[in-house]
């Protein structure tokens, strides 16, 4: 080939590399970008990571209680719309919200009559929900300034939030540190990371408290999302949403999710536990073992295609179909949450575990490490 030729297929070659991306930053933005987001009302300044991936993706999170401020997604056209419930600004978070996006601690859902007994000393917690205590608490994990730090781990860029929960804290005993790390990886995958160790035998139940609205948030509510639960049993609630201690099996039940099902098709039948939870409020015993990460549940979106998995290493997922919504809050862009605008699946220990030695213990010990792990993962759903 003629010296000039080969130059000029060279320099075509080039620019075709740094236009199309086929190099290593070019066209794959796997960053992560930080911003300030606010301050609370203690003067703490509020932090805002956004993790981006080049599948089109997008992850915002901000120190305020680890939460997710707002998750991009593609649609089947590749469109990305924001599927996670929340506000544009921080005021919103620190006027009072049922949890959005947050991270849950240091016990997760409800603790029966906001007390439990450990090696033979009872414990009192607050009582924030009734007769009883829930998601942490009054200053729950939810409304604490986390520590972080940007990493780009194996799988993408990654977010570490630490905080010392003390000894004491809300009524929980042992000195509690706490390491959750988001990662969003080219799978489109939102992975969660929960470590804690203690020095003195405490309780932990950690998890993440985001509402999903796979056809974006505010459009409307989710009764026509497709869920499917991996779990042959549930734990059955009295009416203060406390279980009862039985494993109940879905079979013939409104609550077998075992093959996809709408979420409105059977949400209004006459059942004593759907009038109990007004709605879905329960949590599932999920199939497989404990410790592995498997397939918890999928939820899919008509309209728009999108799909969500979640995996998880937990016992149990809480799904609630965002029944205590009423309208009252103001979103993102203004769009109103009624009821049911949004679904959690919150990846768990059984609600009251501390006060039913049935369950699996939620015991963490001072020289054991509580590690659990959590993906939700998006799809486009394959044409029908
Ligand atoms: C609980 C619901 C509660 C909601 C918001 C869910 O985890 O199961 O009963 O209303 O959180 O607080």
Known sequence: MPIRKLTT?????????????????????????????GKTSRGETVELYRLTNSK????????????????????????????????????????????????????????GKGRFSLNGVEYTLARNDGDNHLHGGIKGFDKVVWKS????????????LFYLSKDGEEGYPGNLSVTVTYTLTEANELRIDYQATTDKDTVVNLTNHSYFN????????????????????????DSGLIPTGELRSVDGTPFDFR??????????VDDQQLEFGKGYDHNFVLNGSVGTLRLAGRVSEPASGRVMEVL??????????????????RGKGDKVYQRRYGFCLETQHFPDSPNKPAFPSVVLKPGARYQTTTIYRFLIASKE
């Open 56 to 111: 089109g993706m997008e992850a915002t999170i901000i120190t305020y209680g680890g939460i997710i401020v707002a998750l991009k997604v593609p649609d089947r056209n590749g469109k990305a719309g924001d599927v996670a419930l929340g506000f544009d600004s921080l005021e919103g978070y620190l006027k009072g919200h049922p949890y959005f996006g947050a991270i849950i601690g240091r016990y997760g859902n409800r603790i």
């Open 9 to 37: 297929t060279v320099l075509f070659g080039v620019i075709v590399w740094m236009v199309f991306g086929l190099g290593p930053e070019a066209n794959s933005p796997k960053k992560v970008r930080k911003q300030v987001f």
């Open 259 to 268: 093959q996809p099902c709408a979420v409105g098709e059977r949400i209004g």
């Open 214 to 237: 796979l056809a974006g948030q505010g459009e409307g509510d989710i009764l026509r999302h497709r869920v499917m639960i991996n779990a042959d049993r549930f734990t059955p609630i």
């Open 312 to 329: 998880t290493t937990e016992p149990g997922v809480q799904f609630y179909s965002g029944n205590f919504l009423d309208g009252t809050l």
């Open 149 to 160: 730090k940007q990493s780009t781990g194996q799988g993408g860029p990654a977010l570490e």
